[in-house]
């Protein structure tokens, strides 16, 4: 019963002390089961699905999303194959990814590493082209006005194509047809990896030229290639071939694939040909057509010289005919000379004769230039002695006025007034002291008198004319002191 008991406690894990003969793993070690398991089951598959949340990292890789109705799976790829991918991945794009399914134990999820990626479907290619379309049409980059006019004749023509295919067989065949010019031709990729960048580069090359470089620069650029599919014709719907042909200020011809066939690099191009052959037959004219237009441009040119100088011829004949005979008329006037002559000799004479008696008449009449100097000289000397007269007495007169006034202004002088006995007293600095007001006994003062100055000092207390003065010792009467002084005014 034991025996038993203790076989089938062993049979089911996970009950009582049979649970620890599990083996015990590490979180890594499981991750590793896992992420061998899932890449040796799924070491190269295809996807298809929408992108989602797809941003591209500063290193360079690229992370996104693929989903469906039902399910999703996290996508990267490596900055290396990024570059080699042929699109531009973007939200809302259906693509079919092709790559290998690993996991990512840093967060427990399985993704795939996508090698290669191209668009599902044309129906795909179509809406992200209608997309792009409105875009770009957005920007103006299709606006009629910026379209340039092709040249008439250009001198050199640059094509943008394939070197090895027919395209550029056609366009040099129809060229030499019709008018042949110099052609440029820039060799490009047009169809796979790296076709949109060498296609932009050529139409930025052909623009970045020098009007005096060794190398002509094109007056027109034709950007070609043959027929196909969607797909094959996708790198002329490329943003980057677009900007650069609506960017070139060179007039473009755009001849993308057949009659049919549309792409964007047709809106952004200045004109749109059906085929390359179309694209060459616009670029120029019939050589032997514009020898004929030009001879009968020629014709109609003479033609009409020859009327223009016939009717002038006319008109002159015509004029000719009206003129008067040019020997008569010199007869004529000849004959009027030989009359005016004599005549003029006949009047010369008795002209003089007529002023000369005037003259003398008209200097009888004159007077002498002495005597009449001398009469003005005369005039001038009594009207000089007059001046001379007037100008002493007018001095005099003034010499008699400034005496007086002198006189007032001497009698007016201070120094008059100490002539009658009065003193004027100076500070210091020369100032004459007008009040006792702000005097101190010991202040130094001058007293300047009729005829000489003294140095005096101030005594008594100073007190603006209130200290009694010291009684001045008794002479004569007051009466006969203020006689002596007289008056200042």
């Not at 616009?282 to 030009?294: E, T, Y």
Request: aromatic residues 4%; charged residues 25%.
């Amino acid at each position: 019963m034991s025996d038993n008991s203790s076989g089938t406690a062993q049979s089911q894990p996970g009950e009582g002390e049979t649970a620890h003969n599990l083996p015990v793993f590490t979180v890594s070690e499981i991750s590793q089961a896992v992420k061998r398991t899932v890449e040796d089951n799924f070491q190269w598959v295809r996807i298809r699905g929408e992108i989602s949340g797809f941003k591209r990292a500063a290193s360079g890789h690229l992370y996104f999303t693929l989903k469906d109705a039902d399910a999703n799976i996290d996508g990267v790829c490596w900055r290396g194959t990024a570059g080699r991918l042929g699109l531009n991945p973007e939200d809302g794009m259906e693509v079919v990814a092709t790559g290998r399914i690993t996991t990512y134990p840093g967060r427990s999820k399985y993704q795939v590493v996508v090698d290669h990626m191209e668009l599902a479907g044309e129906g795909a290619l179509l809406k992200l082209l209608e997309d792009r379309r409105r875009k770009l049409e957005a920007e103006g980059l299709f606006a009629p006005d910026g379209k340039q006019d092709l040249p008439y004749l250009p001198a050199v023509i640059g094509v943008v194509t394939s070197p090895t295919g027919a395209v550029i067989r056609d366009i040099l065949h129809r060229l030499a047809d019709r008018f042949p010019v110099h052609v440029l031709l820039w060799p490009v990729l047009v169809q796979g990896e790296g076709a949109a960048g060498q296609v932009a580069a050529a139409v930025n090359g052909f623009a970045g030229m020098a009007e005096d470089g060794p190398i002509p620069r094109p007056d027109l650029v034709i950007v070609a290639r043959g027929g196909g599919s969607l797909e094959d014709l996708w790198a002329f719907n490329e943003e980057i071939v677009v900007r650069a042909i609506a960017d070139c200020d060179i007039p473009i011809i755009s001849a993308v694939g057949h009659e049919t066939d549309t792409t964007l690099a047709d809106f952004a191009a200045d004109r749109r040909a059906p085929t390359p052959t179309a694209a060459a037959e616009m670029a120029v004219p019939v050589r032997l057509d514009l020898l004929a237009q030009v001879m009968e441009d020629g014709q109609r040119i003479a033609a009409a010289v020859s009327r223009r100088l016939a009717d002038h011829r006319r008109h002159l004949d015509a004029t000719a005919r009206a003129l008067p005979n040019p020997a008569r008329m010199l007869q004529e006037q000849a004959q009027r000379l030989d009359d005016w002559t004599e005549r003029l000799g006949t009047s010369l004479g008795t002209g003089l004769e007529r002023r000369r008696a005037r003259l003398t008449s008209a200097a009888a009449g004159l007077v002498r230039p002495d005597k009449l100097i001398a009469m003005e000289q005369g005039r001038l000397n009594s009207e000089i002695r007059a001046l001379r007269s007037a100008g002493k007495a007018a001095v005099e007169a003034a010499r008699n006025r400034l005496g007086r006034a002198s006189e007032l202004l001497e009698s007016y002088s201070f120094e008059r007034v100490l002539d009658r006995g009065f003193a004027l007293v100076t500070d210091p600095a020369g100032d004459p002291v007008t009040s006792v007001k702000g005097l101190k006994t010991g202040d130094a003062l001058t007293l300047r008198l009729k005829d000489g100055e003294r140095p005096v000092a101030v005594t008594g207390g100073g007190t603006g004319g209130k200290e009694k003065p010291n009684p001045a010792p008794k002479s004569r009467s007051a009466k006969s002191d203020d006689d002596k002084q007289g008056r200042l005014l």
